[in-house]
């Protein structure tokens, strides 16, 4: 079965700062790779996605993200926080085998602080 | 709003008592998700519809739980003898026609059970 390792479980960071927020999954076949965000007091949403192609994602906000295949990772990172990044960031996966479970990492807390 | 729309927010019930959470997904939505968030994890799949098709129910915890979709658009996850370990957010998402792997979730709210 799938697995998605978050390895950060709260961040702090000052804005400005650069970020970069780990994920790695366990399944070796083709996947399609994803983050998903909550802000406080809203649902997830979609930061961005990878399926085939360019390994650097980029998404929106100023997000970006990286699949490396070798490393089973797709880490995501942003050059400068803002205080509105605030939020709870979810990596997800899906083996494109199975075409209905989305596997989600347990979330990364990131708290910007001004 | 077009975003999905899950109700009740807050659901509050006693160990053993049945709940029903509705979803109200997007409309034209052709997948539908169940998803159980237990508090400090990451959604966890239950159950997965395609139109009125139930495609999925692996993730489904027990017998206790049930869901239905029977005319392709709005869905009810029912809980019977609700459990303390049954706790949690459950969290229905939507995506447009197409592989379902290759189309982002539309996440509702998500109903935040209690069961004391």
């Known amino acids: 079965a799938q697995s998605v390792s978050q390895h950060n479980h709260h961040v702090i960071l000052s804005e400005a700062a650069s970020l970069e927020l780990g994920c790695n999954y366990s399944?070796?076949?083709?996947?399609?790779l994803f983050w998903y965000v909550q802000y406080p007091g809203q649902h997830l949403q979609l930061l961005l996605k990878?399926?085939?192609?360019?390994?650097l994602v980029k998404g929106i906000k100023g997000f970006e993200a990286e699949f490396i295949k070798s490393k089973f990772s797709f880490n995501l990172r942003k050059p400068s926080v803002q205080w509105s990044d605030t939020a709870e960031y979810f990596c997800?996966?899906?083996?494109?085998?199975?075409?209905?479970?989305?596997?989600f990492g347990t979330g990364t807390r990131l708290q910007v602080t001004l | 709003g077009a975003g999905v729309s899950q109700s009740p927010r807050y659901k509050v019930a006693k160990r053993g008592q049945d709940v029903a959470l509705r979803c109200d997904p997007i409309?034209?939505?052709?997948?539908l998700f169940w998803y159980q968030q237990a508090l400090g994890q990451g959604p966890e799949f239950l159950t997965y519809?395609?139109?009125?098709?139930?495609?999925?129910k692996s993730g489904l915890p027990s017998d206790r739980f049930f869901a239905e979709r029977p005319e392709g658009s709005v869905s009810t996850l029912k809980i019977q003898r609700t459990q303390q370990e049954d706790s949690a957010v459950y969290l229905c998402?939507?995506?447009?026609?197409?592989?379902?792997?290759?189309?982002?979730?539309?996440f509702g709210n998500g109903t935040r059970l209690t069961v004391t």
């Open positions: 519809f395609q139109n009125e098709a139930q495609l999925d």
């Open positions: 997800a996966v899906v083996n494109t085998g199975t075409a209905s479970k989305l596997t």
């Open positions: 998402a939507s995506s447009a026609p197409g592989s379902s792997y290759n189309s982002p979730l539309h």
């Open positions: 990878y399926f085939s192609g360019d390994p």
């Open positions: 399944y070796g076949g083709t996947v399609n």
């Open positions: 409309s034209g939505h052709v997948s």
